[in-house]
């Protein structure tokens, strides 16, 4: 029998490649969404679709703050392993709509932990973020580096999770392996990211907002070096750090089965160079809105991954002309062809 593999959030970006990645080496893929209309339910209808076509892949709509219905789920399924990448997303959303940040990646997430601790779970793999950094400004930013400082409240859910997921680590040995995300982009991509609105605004030939006067640097990650990153994550349980001592406590290991990792290209780029590449492969000039910092916005993302690297010899391999150029074709194929 396969390894089954429960996903959360599986229609989303992250969680549809993952699925489709799964399937390919074999794994029985149990995926889970709510399909919230925080974007164009369509979209992930389409992603869906292509899913639900495969033998081994099997979906459920569910709300993961609905406690009866996690832990009936996980009872059924069984899963040997998880990966959950359901979240409310979004830094800007997230001080408009702060009661859907605690409904899903608070409570949702403490779903999905009584789930694994009772039914035996072997590895939880969780989708962490980058904004965890928060105000930081020492580059590039390490698990060994301090995030009590968080400048929005999705940052704030993101690092909670970790904390809740060292907990169940310590007190039921349950491993857990979180993952800070670094901007993720490519097809199928999310509708609220920056490089999705300015492909759109581009083809309408309408303005781009660029925020702080477009000078951000962002660590941008293509989305199939981020899914090898995942499964090379996901195949390794992690194991107590013998070497960790409360008296100068190390925050990327633990004592217990639990792991923090960044996953991102190591190589940050400056926007107006990623707009210059889109614009290479869209054939158009983008008109440019030069406006202010946004409330809950950082200056600059830039990933140190020397500890993935070493544990999982993950290796991103995407410059950002061939991940770009791929982004375009696909968003031509699906909303212009």
Known sequence: M???????????????????????????VIGVDNLSD???VRLKQSRLALLVQQDNFKFLQLNLSDRPAISDLFQRVQPHKVVHLAAQAGVRYSITNP?????????????????????QVQHLVFASSSSVYGANTKMPFSVRHNTDHPVSLYAATKKANEMMAHTYSHLYHLPTTGLRFFTVYGPWGRPDMAYFLFTKAIIENRPIDLFNYGKM?????????????????????PQPNPEWSGDNPEPGTSSAPYRIYNIGNNQPVELMRFIEVLEDCLGMKAQKNLLPLQPGDVLETYADISDLQRDTGFQPTTP????LARFVDWYRGYYLG
């Open 99 to 119: 009661h859907a940040y605690a409904d899903s990646n608070l409570v949702g997430f403490l779903n999905i932990l009584e789930g694994c601790r009772h039914n």
């Open 217 to 237: 640097r962002r660590d941008f990650t293509y989305i199939d070096d981020i899914i090898e990153g995942i499964i090379r994550v996901l195949n390794r349980i």
């Open 38 to 40: 925080y974007y164009d």
């Open 2 to 28: 396969p390894e089954i593999i429960l996903v959360t959030g599986a229609a989303g970006f992250i969680g549809f490649h993952l699925s489709e990645k799964l399937l390919k080496l074999g794994y029985q």
């Open 320 to 323: 950002i002309e061939l991940g």
